[in-house]
């Protein structure tokens, strides 16, 4: 057990949201060679608020909507958590894109299989 920040959880989304941001913004193949991509506060919001794994309680955590500034989480909750937002992130649901080749690791997670705070 651990004791997690919201801002340790946003720094992990953040880094999976740049997996697949190229293919919500379409950019082009190119583009990454030019230069590194930055994710915005507001596409870090939209992806919390439309993830489906995630319950209410969790997005109200991760969007300061609640008090509560560290929870205690094991270390299957914090695989749980990246699972589920890797799923989203190379959901074309959330890309609008062909993301087939990225997702076959994730098609297993049901949308009721809901990933709640540790306590």
């Known amino acids: 057990m651990k004791g997690i920040t919201r801002a340790y ?3 992990l989304i953040k880094d999976y949201i740049k997996l697949t941001i190229h293919h919500r913004r379409n950019i082009p193949r190119n583009y990454f060679a030019e230069e590194p991509v930055e994710i915005t506060d ?3 919001i939209d992806f919390i ?11 109200d955590f991760l ?7 560290m929870i205690i989480i094991s270390q299957q909750w914090e695989k749980d958590f990246t699972r589920k937002a890797v799923a989203w992130a ?10 087939s080749s990225l ?6 997670i049901r949308i009721t ?3 709640s705070l540790p306590y």
């Open 90 to 99: 190379t959901d074309s649901r959330w890309t609008a894109a062909d993301m």
């Open 42 to 44: 507001d596409e870090i």
């Open 113 to 115: 299989d809901l990933l």
């Open 63 to 69: 969007l300061e909507n609640i008090s509560v500034q």
């Open 49 to 59: 608020i439309s993830i489906p794994y995630f319950t209410v309680e969790l997005k």
């Open 9 to 11: 959880l946003l720094y």
């Open 103 to 108: 997702c076959n690791s994730y098609k297993n």
